[in-house]
């Protein structure tokens, strides 16, 4: 059994519910805060349907059924394989079991449509015709394309700018989907006008996107808004990769990991894959677990950031979160793991870290590309810059345990491929990528800005 590679669940094994943590917290997450009355709130009604609403302040149910006309599209690419890296265990030359579960399967090629599909479906079952959202280099935003293509609403994705102009093939696919993708700033938004009156050429940044989004979504009746992370149920979304994980390594593998490593941006396919499993160490059957999250030493949110009160965007319309943050003004430099890019971190993985049930890591640009490469050699795979920081993390602690001699078994989350990431590879290949240091004094400048809460 332990020589096998793949580890395939049949469709009628899928889970039928996603796991929600919140009950089994051992202590509640804090409200979300009003941005405008500072005071405890639900996420703002004109943004969201009510059924997500629910599921974001469920504090009560450990199990959420997944509607039947979201598993209908859930078949159409779920389960996804657990892969046990042989080569790669080989090539590093490690007493380690390393194991992979690829979520670069789905049509848009990551974890991301887990929450799409479903965030569309109860948004059409309320009666909303049209969604808009942010994206940085289009990952999410073509999710999301796919998952409104598939319920028949209305999209339109704010694009940051500079990946809109240099990454056209993910803005073609969401057109692809029927999504309508503009580069932003736009003159649609008073944010997008004022900024470009005062910087015709602003190359725009996710905080700005999703100030577009969320104004657009504010003005029309008809309209809610949509994000791709972060938020407590698009981690509930994601989970059903993890309850599928769990079946196979404990059912199909005879193997728990030691060692779980998932790359964080606002945390959702990290805690998706972690969440089923942490609730074994909240309840002390599996104490030793470590649970490791990877961010880029360039925008360490959970490393460096402190877990304090902030805005989700640099408009200040998202609710106030307790999370851990650089500071809602801080842009990140471009590294090419575009999803990694975010200021702030979930909820949930910030109390986790508080609490001592995850631990994080940062690791730097050219070190997580060079994984990126002795994975594609080792296993085939060509994956997602934002996925080759886990691959970076949980190499390095399959080393260890070359230099320590223990077997550990090590689980990668492993979020999507990098099939539109190929200039980031060539200009890595060609030696032509640098390192990015953690700017220090631009993050202690953003955290003077942080809102006040009494
Ligand atoms: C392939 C991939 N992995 C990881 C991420 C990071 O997001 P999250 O932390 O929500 O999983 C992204 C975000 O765009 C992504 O595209």
């Known amino acids: 059994m332990a020589e096998r590679t793949k580890f395939i669940l049949d469709e009628k094994d899928l889970p039928t519910a996603w796991y929600n943590i919140q009950p089994d917290l051992p202590e509640p997450l804090p409200p979300y805060r009003h941005p405008a009355t500072k005071e405890p709130t639900r996420l703002p009604p004109p943004l969201f349907v009510e059924e997500i609403d629910n599921q974001e302040h469920n504090t009560k149910d450990q199990w959420i059924e997944i509607p039947e006309e979201v598993m209908n599209v859930y078949r159409s690419w779920r389960p996804t394989t657990l892969f046990r890296a042989h080569r790669l265990e080989k090539k590093l030359d490690t007493p380690a079991k390393i194991f992979y579960k690829y979520e670069g399967t789905s049509q848009a090629g990551s974890h991301k ?154 945390g959702s396919n990290a805690a998706g894959m972690f969440l089923p499993f942490v609730k074994d160490k909240i309840d002390g059957s599996k104490p030793d677990l470590r649970i490791i999250c990877a961010e880029p030493t360039s925008c360490p949110t959970l490393t460096k950031g402190p877990l304090t009160w902030d805005y989700g965007d640099v408009a200040g319309m998202a609710p106030i979160t307790f999370m851990n943050t650089l500071g809602h003004n801080f842009i990140p430099p471009p590294v090419h793991a575009g999803g990694l890019r975010y200021h702030g971190m979930a909820p949930i993985i910030s109390h986790l870290l508080k609490l001592g049930f995850v631990e994080a890591a940062a690791v730097p640009q050219l070190e997580t590309f060079e994984a990126g490469i002795t994975f594609a050699r080792t296993e085939g795979i060509l994956s997602a810059p934002e996925t080759t920081h886990a691959l970076r993390v949980g190499i390095n602690e399959a080393l260890k345990c070359r230099e320590t001699g223990e077997a550990k078994t090590i689980l990668i989350a492993h979020s999507g491929h990098g099939h539109f990431d190929l200039s980031a590879y060539d200009a890595y290949l060609s030696d032509k990528l640098d390192n990015y240091e953690y700017p220090e004094g631009k993050v202690k400048e953003a955290l003077d800005h942080l809102p006040s809460i009494g």
């Open 113 to 266: 449509p887990n929450t799409a599909v479903a965030q569309a479906y109860y948004n059409k079952k309320a009666g909303i015709k049209r969604l808009t959202t942010e994206t940085g280099a289009g990952q999410w935003g073509s999710a999301l394309s796919l998952g409104c293509n598939f319920f028949d609403i209305e999209l339109k994705v704010y694009m940051v700018k500079v990946s809109f102009e240099q990454k056209p093939y993910r803005r073609i696919l969401m057109k692809a989907w029927g999504a309508n993708c503009i580069p932003s700033p736009s003159q649609d938004t008073k944010i997008g006008r004022k900024i470009l009156e005062d910087d015709p050429e602003c190359p725009g940044s996710l905080g700005i996107a999703i100030g577009e989004a969320c104004e657009e979504a504010f003005a029309n009746d008809d309209t809610r808004y949509s994000l791709g992370s972060v938020l407590n149920h698009v981690l509930l979304h994601n989970t059903i990769n993890g309850l599928e994980t769990k079946k196979l390594m404990t059912e199909y593998a005879d193997a728990y990991p030691d060692i779980i490593v998932g790359c964080v941006g606002g």
